[in-house]
């Protein structure tokens, strides 16, 4: 491997433009790899229609005609002989090829056919005949460098360098993967489609096998002992539970065992929780919180907003009456925060509750056992590595609420363990939810008003917050106006959104909580977690604007009682996606369903980004291909070749991948 600097024939210049794409050395360059392919085939005439695309050949019958239209356009015109007839060809802005093109010059051409004047409108023009089918390899580009230019680069350097092949020696005989120079040669210069087929095969395996690998030794090292111990007795803990004025559904109790199990374990909890909005998961959380105090240690609940961190604050006081709780948001007054940063540090405080306040440079706990992330797709990886930079391991528990089919969360999850809560606790009615267009909005009015005079309160969401000039969409001001026209007099109306201050945003909740207001408009900020059990309706303004999963949550804001409650998703457009809403009320199916519609970029954007940022795998076409890569990393970690030297290439990549988390 070397640095680009020393690879001759390539200018600073040159240098810097793929340095900007990451590429900074020849291991880099030759692991740039083709995103797609372009395959030029040559089209046959008889099979064509006006207005297909088509890539001919033959030879220059004529000299061609330039005319300059005006100084940044110019148009050429020629003839060329297919052998079968004759045909004009017309290009723009290339007179600069005009000297290339004489009688007699063989030439293929792809472009547009227009049948009725004979002609083809060519995009591109290329010397020679099209003897065999021309593949042309298509990277992900940039203004500096395009396709061809980053692949003639790679050809300078594809045959001089060894690569490295992360897949070990029994795999590739097993699975009869090509040798990895081979398969990166063939790659950057495709002549076979099945050949490209074959060598992307291995690639793709390779990475989900580097993937998986990572995610079991990060799991391995969980797993090793360097956790903390905690004594507690689990009487104590049911104790807890037979006092609540509920009973736990059967997922909640085995979700407090679970954790329960893993916090008296010296092994380091790494768990997520996962469950539909509503089915439970903030009374498990307390419990874990509990048993963390139980067994001599602060516990944090981190909250994705303030409303909610404020939310769990009351909650939690309520349930645990006798824990000094504190509550700590970005917003406190200086001589506030001081005073909780104190009491956090000398461990006066047992559980603190808040925002990622919680974790910015200046709060040192004195003993934190245990940290819980509410809806963790809202943390970003940085704020969750600033624990780590602290010098503590605590336990881990994430919350979340966009189950993941199960297959796909053991895969993706490598490295946690999993509970699911599945069922909802009992006495829930299933949300009802309907589908209306604009035109119905009056229906709409109607539903809301019969709501409203059986004293139930309303949700109403807009996506904008003010109106926007390129956005033709619902903003929450103008709704309010027509919230206030049609029901001015026999509801109030609230507002909420994301850019109010936090104390103004708590009155309205508070306004609403307590039933002041019979109508809250909002953004998207109630999204997680909010709870009021009277509000039986949630209307959603332009619906499309929003992927399944988030407006499956939005619609767990209601039906939080045994009340018949509605959802209502106004949309003109895209209602084939929404209507998967009306027929399910399972988290669980309508992830699968965003899975499927919107693939797996959006569904698994809760993850830190990077992870899942593959350059040739994709984890829905190659989920065969990832499954072997499981079993085989763990195989392969268990085995002695992972520490032997022939392997310690994979061994160095995995541990560096691990230590920059
Ligand atoms: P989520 O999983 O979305 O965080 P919550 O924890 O907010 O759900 O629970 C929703 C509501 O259900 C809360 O008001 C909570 O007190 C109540 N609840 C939780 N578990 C039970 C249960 N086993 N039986 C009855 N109600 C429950
Ligand atoms: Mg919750």
């Given amino acids: 491997m070397r640095d680009l600097k020393e690879v001759k024939g390539i200018g600073v210049n040159t240098i810097r433009d793929f340095n900007n794409l990451g590429i900074y050395n020849t291991a880099d360059l030759l692991g740039y790899y083709p995103f797609r392919y372009e395959v030029l085939e040559k089209t046959d005439m008889n099979n064509v229609i006006d207005g297909d695309k088509v890539i001919i050949d033959g030879i220059c019958e ?88 980053i692949n003639k680069v790679i050809n300078t350097v594809i045959g001089k360098e060894n690569v490295l092949d992360y897949i070990p020696d029994p795999l590739n005989e097993r699975y009869h993967f090509m040798d990895k120079n081979r398969a990166v040669y063939l790659v950057h210069n495709p ?30 090292n969980n797993t090793k002992s360097d956790g903390l111990k905690r004594d507690v007795d689990y009487s104590l803990v049911e104790d807890f539970i037979n006092n609540l004025s509920f009973n736990l559904t059967d997922d909640q109790l085995k979700s407090v065992k679970d954790i329960y199990k893993d916090l008296t374990w010296p092994k380091r909890m790494n768990r997520l929780l996962q469950g539909d909005v509503g089915s439970g998961k903030t009374i498990v959380s307390f419990i874990a919180l509990y048993i963390n105090y139980l067994g001599g240690y602060q516990g944090a609940l981190m909250a994705p907003t303030e409303i909610l961190a404020i939310q769990h604050y009351n909650n939690i006081k309520s349930i645990l009456p006798n824990l000094n709780v504190a509550l700590l948001t970005g917003k406190m007054k200086a001589k506030d925060r001081r005073e909780i940063l104190e009491k956090i540090g000398n461990g006066e405080i047992d559980i603190i509750i808040g925002t990622h306040a919680l974790i910015s440079d200046d709060v040192i706990y004195k003993n934190l056992g245990l940290v819980i992330t509410d809806e963790q797709h809202r943390f970003g990886v940085n704020q969750r590595g600033n624990l780590k930079n602290k010098g503590i391991t605590p336990d881990i528990l994430y919350m979340s609420a966009t189950p993941i089919p199960r297959t796909y969360a053991l895969t993706l999850y490598g490295d ?12 829930r009615k299933p949300v009802k939810t309907i589908l209306k267009s604009n035109k119905e909005i009056k229906d709409v009015l109607y539903m809301m008003l019969d709501e409203i005079k059986k004293g139930h309160q309303i949700y109403v969401i807009a996506p904008l917050v003010e109106e926007s000039e390129s956005m033709d969409m619902e903003n929450v001001y103008e709704l309010e106006e027509k919230m206030n026209k049609a029901f001015g007099k026999v509801a109030q109306v609230g507002v909420l959104h994301g850019k109010m201050k936090a104390n103004e945003k708590d009155e309205i909740m508070d306004k ?46 209601v039906g939080r009682n045994d009340l018949d409650s509605y959802c ?36 698994f954007g809760f993850r830190q980004s990077g992870d899942m940022n593959f350059k040739v795998a994709d984890i829905k076409r190659d989920y065969d291909l990832m499954l072997m890569a499981k079993e085989d990393s763990e195989r392969f970690l268990n085995s002695a070749d992972y520490t032997s030297d022939k392997y310690k290439h994979i061994c160095d990549v995995i541990e560096k991948a691990v230590n920059l988390d």
């Fill in 568 to 603: 209502v998703l106004i949309s003109d457009k895209e209602t084939k996606r929404l209507d998967v809403l009306t027929k399910t009320n399972d988290g669980f199916k309508v992830s699968e369903e965003d899975f499927l519609l919107r693939g797996s970029g959006d569904l």
């Fill in 191 to 220: 002549f076979d489609m099945k050949m490209v087929d074959e060598a992307m095969r291995k690639l793709r395996y390779e990475e989900l096998f580097l993937f998986m690998l990572k995610m079991n030794y990060l799991k391995s």
């Fill in 416 to 427: 946690m363990d999993i509970s699911s809560i599945r069922t909802m606790p009992s006495g």
């Fill in 512 to 557: 609403f909580k307590n039933g002041e207001t019979q109508i809250l408009i909002s953004t998207t900020v109630i999204e997680v977690g909010v709870d009021v059990a009277n509000a039986t309706m949630i209307v959603i303004f332009d619906s499309y604007r929003f992927g399944l999963s988030a407006l499956h949550q939005l619609r767990g804001r």
């Fill in 62 to 149: 004529n000299v061609p005609n330039v005319y300059y239209i005006s100084r940044k356009l110019n148009k050429m015109s020629f003839r060329i002989n297919t052998g079968t007839k004759i045909m004009n060809v017309v290009i723009f802005n290339r007179a600069f090829l005009k000297n290339n093109l004489f009688m007699g010059k063989e030439v293929t051409v792809i472009g547009k056919y227009d049948m009725k004047h004979n002609t083809i409108t060519a995009s591109d023009i290329k010397f020679g005949l099209l003897n065999e089918t021309v593949i042309e390899p298509i990277y992900h580009s940039s203004s500096k460098l395009n396709s061809k230019k």
